[in-house]
């Protein structure tokens, strides 16, 4: 579901730069069944299917015996909310392990003992954690110095200072009528960050206050 993503763009590059490894484990590799089934129904008899304990275990402890993980993530609508700084803090560990989640949920064992993190991307339920995972793999990988080639670009993004970015604009300075700011033509560096700044900050005041509300 997810290899064409690690394939393509700043993904791609990042692996070939060797700046990062991104390996996918299939969880029926890890069964004994014929079937290699790695859902069952829940005790309790509520509706919908459980990832077995099983093929989980036998999956992380494997991937342990190869290395040191300093983080096993698991991808769930009930985690903490994943944002900038926690990407700029997983960026900088060496091994991470991110068990995406599915059906109703997996056996809460696995989250006892073996998970030590758990992030949610938003306050909804996707059928399944492998977007998640793409997603947190995704704003992880980019910032880790040398994946895009002007580092400045990423430490400048929404989020970073707790800020929306300010608008931003290309050639041609003129079209249709429609002006790029002169501040921006000006030359001048310092008014132009000035300008950013205040265009950041008044962004956040509108779109994203809740952001500004510890500040």
């Known amino acids: ?15 070939k730069k060797g700046i990062a490894e991104i390996h996918i484990h299939n969880l029926r590799d890890y069964t004994t069944d014929k ?17 077995k304990i099983e093929p989980i275990a036998r999956c992380i402890s494997a991937l342990k015996e190869e290395r040191h993980y300093d983080e096993i993530i698991f991808t769930t609508p009930d985690g903490e909310q994943f ?10 560990k060496e091994n991470l392990m991110i068990l995406c989640g599915h059906f109703k949920g997996i056996d809460y064992r696995i989250r006892e003992h073996f998970i030590t993190k758990e992030i949610s991307i938003g306050d909804y339920v996707l059928t399944g954690g492998e977007l998640a995972a793409a997603v947190i793999t995704d704003s992880i990988v980019r ?6 080639s002007d580092e400045q670009s990423a430490l400048s993004d929404s989020f970073q200072d707790n800020l929306l970015a300010p608008p931003v604009y290309t050639r041609p300075a003129e079209y249709n009528g ?14 132009i960050r000035e300008w950013e700044f205040q265009q950041s900050l008044e962004r956040t005041q509108k779109l994203r206050p809740d952001l500004l509300k510890d500040k």
């Open 1 to 15: 579901m997810i290899e064409g993503f690690f394939n393509c763009s700043i993904m791609a590059r990042a692996q």
């Open 35 to 51: 079937y290699r089934r790695v859902d069952d129904y829940p005790f309790g008899g509520c509706a919908g299917m459980v990832m």
């Open 83 to 92: 944002d900038q700084p926690m990407a700029n803090t997983l960026s900088m």
């Open 143 to 148: 910032i880790i110095p040398g994946v895009i």
């Open 178 to 191: 429609w002006k790029v700011p002169d501040i921006l033509l000006s030359g001048h560096e310092a008014k």
